[in-house]
């Protein structure tokens, strides 16, 4: 059995919220909405956003939140998709995304329109009405791999609150979401820039793992690591690089491209359990900043 822990204070007569979830199993994992404290007698409304999970195997691996109040202020965005140019670049499956800012997350939202979408080198407008979480820092796009071609070259992203100062946030890609291009992944993490002429490179990690010498110490099964450090985290990667990675005694490298993290804060390794034989003995792991690109202009 598990716990959560409720505390709030106040800071400079501010109201803080501070949850805790106790759970160290992926059962035990809570994803929190939003807390409202209501003074009875004054007929006065704290609300504390949160869109989070406090859990140790989704989101950011935090179980801990430290809330602050603010009104409820609802708005409506507008995304903006462009489809690359490249060959297939076009998908059927269907496409969500999830906005993070800095006073909170948005729900997975699904990106639908009347109309036919995201075909090759066409641009897409969706309006999306949620809660207001601007400054915007990142978003995460994926698709469930559905339909004929599921595979998608997703070019850029253009977010705009259009009841704020409807000044957009563009989210760079250039890449592959699907499972037979790119790196395989069908989702990416974009971090976002208010100038169109900017252009976030991805720094490059490697990253070493190390199988223990043990009987049974391998694994068939497909691995995954998101690395987290100060300023983001990686999102989620597939490892993998021949079919003899994971086997017993092992040491294989791999190379994880993402956004600058800041320093490595800690990482999050797991297996879909797929496979003949797919229980694993991790010995230990390394990873280090191999190049580190900045805010470049195009």
Known sequence: MHYKKFFYVLV???????????????EDAWLLNRIEITNTAKKKTWSFLCYQWLSLFHGDG????????HKLIKTEYEVVTVTGDAVD????ANVFITLYGKLGVSKKIPLRSKKVCFQKGESDRFQLKTTCIDPLIKIHIEHDNTGFSPGWFLERVVVTNLKGIKKPYYFPCGKWLAKDKGDGSISQDLIGSRDPLLMRKDNIYNVTVYTGDIKGAGTNASVFITLFGEFTDSGK????SSIKDFQRGRVD???????????L???HIEHDNTGFGPGWFLDKFFSFLLFLNSLLPT
């Open 237 to 240: 990667h597939r490892l993998r």
């Open 12 to 26: 400079n007569f501010a109201l803080i919220f501070i949850l805790q979830n106790s759970g160290n199993k992926k």
């Open 253 to 263: 490298q791999f190379i994880i491209k993402c956004p600058c993290l800041g320093h």
């Open 89 to 92: 670049a076009s998908t059927g």
């Open 265 to 267: 804060e800690r990482i």
């Open 62 to 69: 935090h179980s801990e939140r430290k809330l602050f109040p």
